[in-house]
């Protein structure tokens, strides 16, 4: 019999978060630590992808990193 691991829900949208990380990453052609870093100067983590998990995790990876990178580039350009 598999033995089952718990997770939280903070664990889970971690996970997802560092998936949205990873994914821009490879649409940007660009290593995930630069987009991590880009993304900790704008917020977007926890202004964007942590607060929005429930409608973001709903979408495509493809879709997901689409937006991500183009939400990125205009945060960036605020600044």
Known sequence: MENLVEVSRTQVVMAFASTCIEATARLLNT???????RMKR???IERYIVPCYDTLHCESRENIAENIAEC???WEDRR
């Open 31 to 37: 290593s995930y630590m630069d987009v991590y870093q």
């Open 42 to 44: 704008v917020g977007m």
């Open 72 to 74: 990125l580039k205009e």
